[in-house]
């Protein structure tokens, strides 16, 4: 069965340290891949998808980046953290090219940035 | 460009009673998926149901169907018989599927809070 891991749970970085947040997935391959931010109470706001090794796209314009070096590996980065980057961030997986299929959420990274 | 909205932030709601959470999308791609997600407390994410675009008939699972009405682009969840765990943010999402480029955007989501 295919298996989602997020890591680290919660976190606490202090403003300008670097982010790495480390999603894989488990049990499948080839998946479209996906990092959501989710303020306090808020909906969920698509930061990069990818569809491939070296493929990423990004939605919104940020001090963020991030990377698939692997097929089930998906990083989520930063140089120097803003306060602003604290939030609820989600990794997800997707089978590709599969519109009828849900996507399966990681459990979660809590940052705050302080 | 593909949105979603869902213009109920709150919702209340006596138990045992049914409720309708609203989702309006837009896009100009025939081809779409519309999902329900439930996100309680602890921050999962809990899929509920999916609906194609070229489906004829409402998607139903247990106690959560699907509205689907698409001339209107309209995607409401109806939960029948509430019941007090169902108390959760709910979210809307949209799936596009060209090939090779797919995109899930999800709503800014409603909280239900169930009353006993």
């Known amino acids: 069965s295919q298996t989602i891991h997020q890591w680290p749970a919660t976190l606490v970085q202090p403003v300008g340290s670097p982010l790495s947040l480390e999603c894989t997935v488990e049990?499948?391959?080839?998946?479209?891949l996906y990092w959501y931010r989710q303020a306090a109470g808020r909906g969920l706001q698509l930061l990069f998808y990818?569809?491939?090794?070296?493929?990423i796209s990004s939605e919104v314009p940020q001090n963020l980046s991030a990377s698939r070096p692997q097929d089930r590996q998906f990083i989520l980065s930063s140089k120097k953290l803003l306060l602003s980057d604290s939030g609820f961030y989600l990794c997800?997986?997707?089978?590709?090219?599969?519109?009828?299929?849900?996507?399966?959420f990681g459990q979660g990274t809590r940052l705050t940035v302080v | 460009a593909q949105k979603i909205t869902q213009t109920q932030p709150g919702m209340f709601v006596q138990e045992k009673e049914a409720v309708t959470l609203d989702c309006t999308y837009d896009?100009?791609?025939?081809?779409?998926?519309l999902f329900w997600y439930k996100q309680p407390s602890s921050g999962e994410m809990i899929f509920l149901i999916y609906?194609?675009?070229?489906?004829?008939q409402n998607a139903t699972e247990g106690r959560y169907s699907l509205n689907f009405q698409k001339a209107r682009k309209s995607a409401n969840l109806v939960i029948s018989a509430s019941q007090l765990g169902d108390s959760a943010m709910y979210f809307c999402?949209?799936?596009?599927?060209?090939?090779?480029?797919?995109?899930?955007?999800f709503g800014t989501g409603t909280r239900l809070t169930i009353i006993p």
């Open positions: 990818s569809v491939g090794i070296g493929q």
């Open positions: 049990g499948t391959s080839n998946p479209n």
């Open positions: 609906q194609g675009s070229y489906d004829q």
């Open positions: 999402a949209m799936g596009l599927s060209n090939f090779g480029n797919e995109k899930l955007t």
């Open positions: 997800a997986w997707k089978i590709l090219n599969r519109r009828n299929t849900e996507a399966f």
């Open positions: 896009t100009s791609d025939p081809s779409y998926g």
